[in-house]
């Protein structure tokens, strides 16, 4: 997909961070946009902007842990476009703390936004998909669904399985012409850490190298060059690619590392 002006992309989780300045981009190279976002305020202010650049934009609250929220969106994507070019499933949530304190409704809801959203939206938009000249679907993963860290265990279920899932999905339909990408991004500076502890899924306190933190405009740039070239699986920012290269490679010194971290 090496022309992407004229397309037509819905992205999730549009209203803040990674979602929102990948919106925006394509938005400035001429793509047109379907928003969903459970946020209405964000909602409405990233439209405007993406809107100032002259494109198409279509917005809609959504709340992704909901089956039928999902299925009335799709359907009202249909009623209005027919179909879409590009499907970026970029919202998530994270909760933090000891995994034996993870009530089930933690759980569902980690994984419904994480995981089962994307698989919904994917599996309602695949045959439509299949039948563009040019189509791609973006799952935005992270480091931490190819890494393990400590006290993540519900948020990185979600995303281990999401690169899997697109995987599996690329060497599937890959020969069929739709590219697929698992892109994985190191630490962004968003508020995922913040909206979890809003939520009261911030358990303890979580320490970041917050120095390492790259902008969500610099993932975005990332995320649609991985479009455009159709790239399987994308490591961004240097630390990520150290940490995946670290853990795929020498194992052990991550497993010594993290005990040492857990006697202090």
Same mark, same amino acid.
């Given at each position: 997909?090496?022309?992407?002006?004229?397309?037509?992309?819905?992205?999730?989780?549009?209203?803040?961070?990674?979602?929102?300045?990948? #919106?925006?981009? %394509? /938005?400035?190279?001429? &793509?047109?946009?379907?928003? @969903?976002?459970?946020?209405? *305020?964000? =909602?409405?202010?990233?439209?405007?902007?993406?809107?100032?650049?002259?494109?198409?934009?279509?917005?809609?609250?959504?709340?992704?842990?909901?089956?039928?929220?999902?299925?009335?969106?799709?359907?009202?994507?249909?009623?209005?476009?027919?179909?879409?070019?590009?499907?970026?499933?970029?919202?998530?949530?994270?909760?933090?703390?000891?995994?034996?304190?993870?009530?089930?409704?933690?759980? #569902?809801?980690? %994984? /419904?936004?994480?995981? &089962?959203?994307?698989?919904? @939206?994917?599996?309602?938009? *695949?045959? =439509?998909?299949?039948?563009?000249?040019?189509?791609?679907?973006?799952?935005?993963?992270?480091?931490?669904?190819?890494?393990?860290?400590?006290?993540?265990?519900?948020?990185?279920?979600?995303?281990?399985?999401?690169?899997?899932?697109?995987?599996?999905?690329?060497?599937?339909?890959?020969?069929?012409?739709?590219?697929?990408?698992?892109?994985?991004?190191?630490?962004?500076?968003?508020?995922?850490?913040?909206?979890?502890?809003?939520?009261?899924?911030?358990?303890?306190? @979580?320490?970041?190298?917050?120095?390492?933190?790259?902008?969500?405009?610099?993932?975005?740039?990332?995320?649609?060059?991985?479009?455009?070239?159709?790239?399987?699986?994308?490591?961004?920012?240097?630390?990520?690619?150290?940490?995946?290269?670290?853990?795929?490679?020498?194992?052990?010194?991550?497993?010594?590392?993290?005990?040492?971290?857990?006697?202090?």
């Amino acid at each position: 997909m090496k022309n992407i002006r004229g397309k037509r992309a819905l992205v999730t989780g549009a209203g803040s961070g990674i979602g929102r300045a990948i #919106a925006l981009e %394509l /938005a400035r190279q001429g &793509t047109h946009l379907w928003l @969903l976002e459970i946020n209405e *305020l964000t =909602l409405e202010s990233v439209s405007a902007e993406a809107r100032s650049c002259g494109v198409d934009v279509m917005a809609r609250r959504c709340d992704l842990s909901r089956a039928d929220e999902i299925r009335s969106a799709f359907d009202e994507v249909l009623k209005t476009w027919g179909g879409i070019d590009i499907l970026v499933n970029n919202a998530g949530i994270m909760y933090y703390g000891a995994t034996e304190k993870i009530s089930d409704q933690q759980w #569902a809801e980690v %994984l /419904a936004v994480n995981l &089962t959203a994307p698989i919904t @939206l994917t599996r309602l938009f *695949l045959p =439509l998909l299949l039948e563009r000249p040019d189509a791609h679907i973006l799952n935005v993963c992270s480091i931490y669904g190819l890494v393990p860290k400590r006290r993540l265990a519900a948020y990185q279920t979600a995303k281990f399985a999401l690169v899997g899932f697109s995987q599996s999905l690329r060497l599937e339909y890959g020969p069929r012409g739709l590219g697929i990408t698992a892109f994985c991004p190191g630490l962004v500076q968003t508020d995922l850490i913040a909206a979890a502890e809003r939520g009261g899924r911030l358990m303890s306190r @979580l320490n970041l190298a917050s120095n390492l933190a790259v902008s969500p405009e610099f993932v975005a740039l990332r995320a649609v060059r991985a479009i455009r070239k159709n790239e399987g699986l994308v490591v961004s920012t240097l630390h990520a690619r150290a940490l995946w290269l670290i853990h795929r490679c020498f194992p052990r010194l991550l497993d010594r590392w993290q005990y040492r971290k857990r006697r202090r």
